[in-house]
Each structure stands twice: as structure tokens, then as C-alpha cells.
């Protein structure tokens, strides 16, 4: 029995875990904490994934989880003192004695922190009042994150900050020396965002005659904040600092842009009259005089028109209805439209296309290639042809066009013109290779055919004979040419 006992006693003293022994001062703190550290001691072997590990217990036999015989160490050791020592005197088979119940927990649930029933204890939670270090312990951050935001940042560390993307707090530049010199190093940094936080920091933090005192010796930053003015549409700010600067034409032309905000067409009129007095420049005078005379005859086209197709009295208006209404619309458009709808009206009509070219001095270039695309649009080869056609002093016609022949060519094919039109506009194109391109192009045999004659290319000519068809009065023409 004394030998049994004794190799017990090595057993324990030669194991990696602390026997019990009746000298501890505190047996659940201790038990606790030996407890704790077999969990440490298991965490090279554990994965984490795998949730169907074997639950061992101190001895190796498979019983309860670790939470178990930490749950019921702890309840042993609140019972009784003539209970814990009548079981602790049969030696190391007190461990061995413990009943196997069934547990809800898993080492990897331990280690991974979940729990099955949430009505148990968790390993964490267990150990929370023994002071014994976590098993996870956080990860250091570096010492830059935990500074406060508001510690004392210089002007040029807090724009570096702004640059890489930092929250930094501005709030504690409080004094003018010190915004300016956070505004400095702003525009010296290069960076457009931070130099817009900046002035927007600035700006509700200074009256608006300091800044913008100090903003007419710093042209970047002043630029920035103009823009900034505009994309967000603080226009009385924009309109004291441009006053503040006397920059009176681009207080005038910003006020000009409040057009844009007006809806309603007879306020917009109104509000353009007004804006006829305001100190533009002689050129730009001259634009909101054409803007203001452009919409007064836009809205007497437009009502004209809408009572002209609501009765049904122009077979225009019946053939080809409006899309949209002409209000608002540019002068090249106003043209097109009067072009297509009033092309024949007299001079003195304000919807007359001679009258919106002669009011607004539209170049006859324009004119032209304005009223080209809007006959043809409508298939008036007869109108196309009186357009192109001149006369000299002495009487005689000619065809003229401002814009080329052959930009004329590729609008009327555009508009699905007939051979017979595009011939006769492809022959006046003065260079010969570009005649020659346009005429194979669109299928003019008979200008192909007279260019080769001209030039006297019998190699094209013959070459040519084989792209036209066979027994065509085109094949016959360049026999008779070759024969000849």
C-alpha cells in the first residue's frame, strides 16, 4: 500500500502541473490559475478550425471540456471544509472520482470565444478576477495614432496630415498668425483639397473683410476660394469678394449667370433687360444685347407657332410637327428652325431667316451651311440650288458655296440626295483628287468618267470600265471615249 502510494506521489511530483497540496492560502484562486495555465499551455496544438476535438481531462482520459473542470473546481471548492477534506484524503483519486457529465463546450470554442448555450460562463469570463493576462493580447497601434487630435500639431505637420488623409482638428489655430501660416503651408503643399479645407476653415472663422484682405496677396488661394464660390453657389459671398477686389466685370458677369436660375421665360426677359446697364466691357455688351433681342423674338415665333399648329392652318406644322419648343434655344438652332418652318418669309417677318441674319450679323458662312442642312432636311433641291446660285453685276449666274463644294456634297448625301443632285455638286469641286474620291464614292459614274477623259487617263478610264455595269449607258460612254 506505501508503494502504491509513494509512486502516486512521484506521479504528481514529476508531472508538468502543480499537485494539490493543504498548504495553499487560497485554493480557488490557485486552482483557478493552474486551471488557466493548462488552457496557455494547449495553444500550440489547438486549431482553431476544427471544432470536433477530443475533450481530455488533467489525467488524459477523455471526459468534460475545460470549462467543465474549471466550473466544477470552482463549485468544489465552495463547499464545505469536512466535505473538501474527506475527499481529498484519498489522494490523487479525488480527480479521478469526478463525474464525466456532458459539457456544451469545444477547445475550439474556447479559444475562438463562442459558446454554445449562452447560459454558461465563458472561459474569459471565468478568469476575468484572477489578473491572469489575456490569451489574445491586442495588437500595438502605432504611438503617432494615439496622440489626440487637438495636441500641439504644428501648421506644417497638421497639412501633412491633411495629405495623407488624417482626421486633424483646426480648431486649435486660433490666431490670425497662426491660420495664415496654416493657409501658407497649404498652398505650399500643393494640394487643392487641403487648400479648399483650409479656406473653408477660415472663412467661417474670419470676418469677411480680414480675409478677404489677406486673400488679395495670396492669388492661389484666392482663386480656390472663387472657384469653390461658384461649384457651390454662395453667389452674395462670391459678389462681396469680387466687389472687395473691384473687379466690376466679373461682378457683372456673375450676376449675368442668375439667368440660368429664372424658369419663368418674361422674368428671364426682364431680368436679361436689367442686366444691359451692368459695367461689362464693350464686347460682352454687345452678347447680352444679342441674348436679350434673341429670346424677345424667340417668345413671338414660339406663340405664332403654337397657335399656327394648334389650328392646323400650316401644312408645315401638319407634315413635320414640332419636337420642342424654340424658347431658350441658341441662335444657330433659332436659324435652323427658321430655316425649316419660315424659309420663304419676307424680310421684314421677325421669324424671317434674312431677318435673324441681318439683326445678329450671322456670317454667310453660317447662313449658308445653316440653311443647307435645313432644305435638305426637308428634300428642297430647288431651294438648295437658289441658295448656292449668284449673280455678277453683269447679270450672269453662277454657283458659289462659302463653305465648299464639297462639305455641300456630304450634306446633301447625308439627307439621301439623288445621283442626279449629288453629280451635279460633285463636278464644281475644284480639286481634282477629292472630285475623284467623292465621285467613286457615292456612285457619280459620269463625273469619274469625264474627270478621266479630262486628265486623258486611258489606263484609269479602261481600269474604271470594269466597276460599271455591263451593257449601262456609263460602259457605252467609255467606249465611245476610248474609241475616240
Not at 145 to 165: I, L
Amino acid at each position: 500500500m506505501s508503494r502504491v502510494r509513494a509512486d502516486e506521489e512521484e506521479y504528481w511530483h514529476s508531472s508538468k502541473f502543480r499537485a494539490f497540496t493543504f498548504d495553499d492560502e487560497d485554493d480557488e484562486l490557485s486552482q483557478l490559475k493552474e486551471s488557466k495555465r493548462a488552457v496557455n499551455s494547449l495553444r500550440d496544438i489547438v486549431d482553431d478550425d476544427d471544432d470536433d476535438l477530443e475533450r481530455v481531462s488533467w489525467s488524459g482520459e477523455p471526459v468534460g471540456s475545460i470549462s467543465w473542470s474549471i466550473k466544477e473546481t470552482a463549485s468544489g471548492s465552495t463547499s464545505s471544509l469536512d466535505g473538501r477534506d474527506s475527499s481529498l484524503q484519498k489522494g490523487s483519486s479525488s480527480y479521478a472520482a469526478l463525474p464525466k457529465q456532458a459539457s456544451s463546450y469545444s477547445l475550439s470554442s474556447l479559444f475562438k470565444g463562442r459558446n454554445k448555450l449562452p447560459s454558461f460562463q465563458s472561459l474569459s469570463d471565468a478568469l476575468t478576477d484572477t489578473g491572469v493576462k489575456n490569451y489574445a493580447p491586442e495588437l500595438r497601434r502605432p504611438k503617432a495614432e494615439y496622440k489626440d487630435y487637438s495636441s500641439d500639431w504644428s501648421p506644417k505637420d497638421t497639412v501633412r496630415r491633411m495629405q495623407r488623409g488624417k482626421v486633424c482638428s483646426l480648431e486649435r489655430f486660433r490666431s490670425l498668425q497662426d491660420k495664415l501660416v496654416l493657409l501658407d503651408e497649404a498652398v505650399a503643399g500643393h494640394d487643392g483639397n487641403v487648400i479648399t479645407a483650409v479656406l473653408i476653415f477660415l472663412k467661417k472663422t474670419l470676418r469677411r473683410e480680414i480675409l478677404f484682405r489677406e486673400l488679395e496677396v495670396r492669388q492661389v488661394a484666392l482663386c480656390h476660394l472663387i472657384h469653390f464660390l461658384r461649384e457651390t453657389g454662395e453667389q452674395k459671398f462670391l459678389l462681396d469678394l469680387l466687389r472687395f477686389l473691384d473687379r466690376t466685370e466679373e461682378v457683372a458677369l456673375s450676376q449675368y449667370r442668375e439667368h440660368l436660375n429664372i424658369q419663368d421665360v418674361e422674368k428671364r426677359r426682364e431680368f436679361l433687360k436689367g442686366c444691359i446697364g451692368l459695367p461689362f466691357s464693350a464686347e460682352d455688351t454687345s452678347h447680352i444685347q444679342d441674348h436679350y433681342t434673341l429670346l424677345e423674338r424667340q417668345i413671338i415665333i414660339e406663340a405664332n407657332d403654337r397657335h399656327l399648329e394648334m389650328a392646323g392652318q400650316s401644312e408645315l406644322f401638319r407634315k413635320y410637327p414640332r419636337k420642342a419648343s424654340i424658347l431658350n434655344m441658341p441662335l444657330v438652332t433659332t436659324l435652323f428652325y427658321s430655316c425649316f418652318y419660315h424659309y420663304t418669309e419676307a424680310e421684314g417677318m421677325f421669324s424671317s431667316p434674312t431677318n435673324l441674319k441681318k439683326t445678329f450679323k450671322i456670317p454667310d458662312k453660317q447662313y449658308v451651311l445653316t440653311a443647307l442642312a435645313a432644305r435638305a432636311k426637308l428634300r428642297a433641291w430647288g431651294d438648295v440650288d437658289a441658295l448656292l446660285t449668284t449673280k455678277n453685276w453683269l447679270g450672269y449666274t453662277k454657283k458659289k458655296a462659302p463653305i465648299g463644294f464639297h462639305r455641300v456634297v456630304e450634306i446633301l448625301q447625308r439627307n439621301n440626295a439623288p445621283v442626279q443632285v449629288l453629280q451635279e455638286y460633285v463636278r464644281l469641286v475644284e480639286d481634282v483628287e477629292t472630285r475623284l474620291n467623292l465621285a467613286t464614292k457615292y456612285k457619280c459614274h459620269d463625273v469619274v468618267i469625264e474627270t478621266y477623259r479630262d486628265l486623258k487617263d486611258r489606263i484609269q478610264l479602261t481600269a474604271y470600265k470594269c466597276k460599271v455595269e455591263r451593257g449601262s449607258a456609263e460602259e457605252e460612254k467609255i467606249n465611245s471615249i476610248l474609241n475616240n
